[in-house]
């Protein structure tokens, strides 16, 4: 590759600094706000009483299997 074409580059490397940046930035903001803090904790976050941990509340329904006449 001759030394005029990685001019080319130069929007891809200037995309994956700012990638990185933003990916740094992300991290240090959740550390920072305690969301890497006690996993079990924060999954719990979501279960309401309206759907309690443990009780499935969702399901697919059954599928009809229907025989060959």
Known sequence: MDAESYTDLIPLIFLG?????VAISALYWSAKKGQLRDFDKQ?????TEEE???ELSDSFPKKEIRKKK
Request: hydrophobic fraction near 45%.
């Open 17 to 21: 600094v700012v990638f990185f940046t």
């Open 43 to 47: 999954s719990k976050t979501i279960f």
């Open 52 to 54: 309690p941990e443990g």
